[in-house]
T-cell receptor, first 114, second 114 residues
Framework: DTGVSQDPRHKITKRGQNVTFRCDPI?????LYWYRQTLGQGPEFLTY????????KSRLLSDRFSAERPKGSFSTLEIQRTEQGDSAMYLC????????????FGEGSWLTVV | GESVGLHLPTLSVQEGDNSIINCAYS??????FIWYKQESGKGPQFIID?????DKRQGQRVTVLLNKTVKHLSLQIAATQPGDSAVYFC?????????????FGKGTHLIIQP
């Protein structure tokens, strides 16, 4: 499978716990994006990287959310002190760097906070 | 910018008929538009995209039309099949999908009747 890979696919956690999601982009895609999707809504842009540089992070939902891409390949999205409102699907996507290149999404990581 | 989905939340069509899904966007600076198909529990799957210097683009059984004057986007699916049943999202961007991400509408649920 050469698509965007996300892990874990499902995560149930207790309120207050920290969770981390991993994303492996399509090979040679140096742009990587994180989105959040709640039931009945379209995906909502959170942040993006070009190689290891996080070029946009103002749309992260709160300071409990952080993302890294230390070597410019895989990325992690961490949510600290989870709240029930964080329950959603977290989508990773990747693309080539040129303007207008198609953004391909992974299958998402479902988070349920209980 | 915000993309407002001018859409029917649900569109039901007969198998074999053509489907038209509509979307409106609000940001006149948007220069890149894209349609995704999302099946239950899965990530968005790329269908077709179009840049603002075009008004029509065709793919396999799909056509996207862009009317910049009224800020309207449509997706036409020819000879719909049961496998076309899904939620369809339009999205737009002012940076080719990069720095500002994609702004998604709320989606249209396409139901194919046998």
């Amino acid at each position: 499978d050469t698509g965007v890979s996300q892990d874990p696919r499902h995560k149930i956690t207790k309120r207050g716990q920290n969770v981390t999601f991993r994303c492996d982009p399509i090979s040679e895609h140096n742009r990587l994006y994180w989105y959040r999707q709640t039931l009945g809504q379209g995906p909502e842009f959170l942040t993006y990287f070009q190689n290891e540089a996080q070029l946009e992070k103002s749309r992260l939902l709160s300071d409990r959310f952080s993302a890294e891409r230390p070597k410019g390949s895989f990325s992690t999205l961490e949510i600290q002190r989870t709240e029930q409102g964080d329950s959603a699907m977290y989508l990773c996507a990747s693309s080539l760097p040129d303007r207008g290149n198609t953004i391909y999404f992974g299958e998402g990581s479902w988070l349920t906070v209980v | 910018g915000e993309s407002v989905g001018l859409h029917l939340p649900t569109l039901s069509v007969q198998e074999g008929d053509n489907s038209i899904i509509n979307c409106a966007y609000s940001n006149s600076a948007s220069d890149y538009f894209i349609w995704y198909k999302q099946e239950s529990g899965k990530g968005p799957q790329f269908i077709i995209d179009i840049r603002s210097n075009m008004d029509k683009r065709q793919g396999q059984r799909v056509t996207v039309l862009l009317n910049k004057t009224v800020k309207h986007l449509s997706l036409q699916i020819a000879a719909t099949q049961p496998g076309d049943s899904a939620v369809y999202f339009c999205a737009d961007s002012t940076s080719g999908g990069g720095a500002d991400g994609l702004t998604f509408g709320k989606g249209t649920h396409l139901i194919i009747q046998p």
